[in-house]
């Protein structure tokens, strides 16, 4: 009796389990520790593509649903910030930045000595079409469309995920699909998630990172009024301490970046 009940328990387990099944995997491929990275995008004409980004040879690669390559773009000519690792994609899309159905993309390159980051449109043959030195998207970004774990095909959901000692990126097929409101909701920002205190301060403040979102190489940056950098510090785990004894009196906006990128923005005010 007691093995008749077990087993379709055990059945279930199993059926469960095997569910999640391993499709392909792109050799050091994982996010966000190594040099490359792998994502999904959907383009308006061409539809899905895996995308590889290899920030040192600074090339960008599409696959098909199939994970057969089907294009590469030689990202050389991007300017870059004293080849620091900071570079990501921001957005790939064919229709955006001109009107010929070819892919462009933005990409930004931070960090370094000079201009702290460059932002650059660069079209389906790797010619910078504009760059915007000292200009960034202090904005979350469009998180659905990079660095996403879960995206909906029509085959089915598929999860990637980094295998943090080898550095591979694994692609699953998953049994289910994403809700609309799954797709659509932001991947990690929250309202709150970067906490200053006391605002406003005579002296030293208190810096703390929601546990959800302390990861990766963090920093926090303090501007004046007319945007020029006046103090940073590296965030490290859930709450750093940080003297501002080299800011007058005033109001300066801040922001946190992680892996060079920026993510949170908000203002302090010092007496």
Known sequence: MYLRALLPLLLSATTCSAQFVLEHTYPNAATPVSDKQLFMVELEDLGQRYVLFNK?????????????????????????????????????????????????????????????????????????????PDEAAYVIINAPQTQFPIYNTPDGARMILSHQSNLEARVYRLPGDLTTGMITEPLSYVAGAVKLFPNPTTGEVNITVDVTSAFGDQFIRFYSTAGGLLLEQRLTGTTTILPTGRLAAGTYSYVVSRNGVPWYAGSMVKE
């Not at 892919?103 to 201009?115: C, V």
């Open 56 to 132: 040192t040879t600074k090339t960008i690669t599409f696959f098909g649903m199939d994970h057969v390559q089907v294009q590469l773009i030689d990202l050389s000519a991007v300017p870059d910030v004293d080849g620091f690792g900071g570079d990501q994609i921001l957005y790939i899309t064919q229709y955006l930045f001109d009107l010929d159905p070819g892919i462009e993309l933005m990409y930004i390159a931070a960090g370094g000595s000079g201009p702290s980051v460059i932002t650059t449109i660069v079209d389906e043959s790797g010619a910078v079409m504009q760059s915007f």
